[in-house]
């Protein structure tokens, strides 16, 4: 089976940089995806990383580790409208490819 | 734009009704999936389909039933409630078993006396 493992909570400042880890255990997947929630509202795509290295997208940045098991989303520039709870999944690798997600990080952010 | 939308929003139910939480896509998406999201635990997956009339199990399918009798519609049915299914539930598609990206619904939350 498939799990991933996320930190609960982190906390940052406005302005400075956060790193959001994610370590999973996998029998096989084509790659690591990014989604971020606000309160109240519905899950939303920011990043996928189909091979190792680092995927940018404005602010954020994302990274992919195959051989340590192991992904990161890195938020730079930090605003408050950043505080939210990110989630990284995987997509099976299997006739299905359903989409696993992991138990998410609660991102809060201090002026 | 995709858009996702999900029958209500906010959803009371007494122990031992029959629910039913609908989810329609206008993207003439392929995949369609249910989770239900609790905190602490993200978010679970309860059945998807890969198509019309084509159901899979997730991880918790149990309780649970579902519905695609059309491309653009997928039902959630709890045959029997239990205040154990009080939950928000999200409904979610996706261009095909091919792509990463998915599209979230705006959820339903549902309590269950």
């Known amino acids: 089976g498939q799990s991933l493992e996320q930190p609960s909570e982190v906390t940052a400042v406005e302005g400075a940089i956060v790193q959001i880890n994610c370590t999973y255990q996998?029998?096989?997947?084509?790659?690591l995806s990014w989604y971020q929630q606000h309160d109240g509202g519905a899950p939303t795509f920011l990043s996928y990383n189909g091979l190792d290295g680092l995927e940018e997208t404005g602010r954020f940045s994302s990274f992919l580790s195959r051989s340590d098991s192991y992904g990161y989303l890195l938020l730079q520039e930090l605003q408050m409208k950043d505080s939210a709870s990110y989630f990284c999944?995987?997509?099976?690798?299997?006739?299905?490819?359903?989409?696993?997600f992991g138990s998410g990080t609660r991102l809060s952010i201090r002026p | 734009d995709v858009k996702v939308t999900q029958s209500s929003r906010y959803l009371v139910k007494r122990t031992g009704e029959k629910v039913f939480l609908e989810c329609v896509q206008d993207m003439d998406h392929e995949n369609m999936f249910w989770y239900r999201q609790d905190p602490g635990l993200g978010l679970r997956l309860i059945y998807f389909?890969?198509?019309?009339?084509?159901?899979e199990k997730g991880d918790i399918p149990e309780g649970y039933s579902v519905s695609r009798e059309k491309k653009e519609r997928f039902s959630l049915i709890l045959e029997s409630a239990s205040t154990n299914q009080t939950s928000m539930y999200l409904c979610?598609?996706?261009?095909?078993?091919?792509?990463?990206?998915?599209?979230f619904g705006p959820g339903t939350r549902l309590t269950v006396l």
């Open positions: 389909s890969y198509d019309v009339k084509m159901k």
């Open positions: 979610a598609s996706r261009a095909s078993v091919h792509y990463n990206e998915q599209f």
């Open positions: 999944a995987v997509r099976e690798r299997s006739s299905a490819s359903k989409i696993i």
């Open positions: 996998t029998s096989g997947f084509y790659g």
